[in-house]
């Protein structure tokens, strides 16, 4: 049965949080900031925070900059991942990715369709690898990012979660969560 064995221990990911938006300010990002608060409720380490316009290279860079970081394993981008001409979240960091995570997001997409029916369509929500870190992009509502965090990214990114979670694939924890 999956879920959450409480009897093995817990390990933290090390994540970093990017907003991608022309708009948002770290005092109106409410999207970023349920991410945030939601992984170190969870217990997790939040090593970093950004906001960065809605411009492939802006973007690009700082997930390549997060990437290429050792102290962060996953990067978690909510905006851009929509259909407006602004939206250029997957142009920006597909590139990057040496691996397409589709579960992801057909797992996002089923959820999603729990709570905001088939307007799920227009989301181009998705994840992978690039190097050994993982990238996750989700829109950037604040809804969506309850929806991604509450009933999919807690189990990924829980060390206890069975079968098996996202940590069994980070180098440091290869041989804990086997």
Do not use: N
Not at 73 to 94: H, N, Q, W
Not at 124 to 150: E, I
Request: proline share 6%; glycine share 8%.
């Amino acid at each position: 049965m999956p879920g959450i064995d409480e009897s093995l221990p817990f390990h933290p990911l090390k994540i970093a949080v990017l907003t991608v938006s022309d708009t948002r300010t770290a005092e109106t990002d409410t999207s970023g900031g349920l991410l945030a608060s939601r992984l170190v409720e969870a217990g997790h380490e939040l090593v970093a925070r950004a906001i960065v316009k809605d411009d492939v290279d802006a973007i690009r860079a700082r997930v390549r900059a997060w990437i290429d970081d050792p102290d962060v394993e996953i990067v978690l981008s909510t905006g851009g991942t929509g259909f407006t001409p602004r939206d250029v979240t997957p142009e920006a960091v597909m590139p990057l990715l040496r691996r397409v995570m589709d579960g992801f997001s057909a797992v996002f997409h089923q959820v999603s369709m729990g709570t905001i029916g088939v307007s799920t369509l227009q989301s181009r929500a998705f994840a992978g690898q690039a190097g050994d870190s993982f990238v996750f992009c989700v829109p950037g509502s604040t809804g969506a990012c309850r929806d991604a965090w509450d009933l999919v990214l807690r189990y990924e990114f829980d060390s206890r979660y069975h079968p098996c979670s996202i940590a069994g694939q980070l180098p440091r924890l290869r041989e804990v969560c086997a």
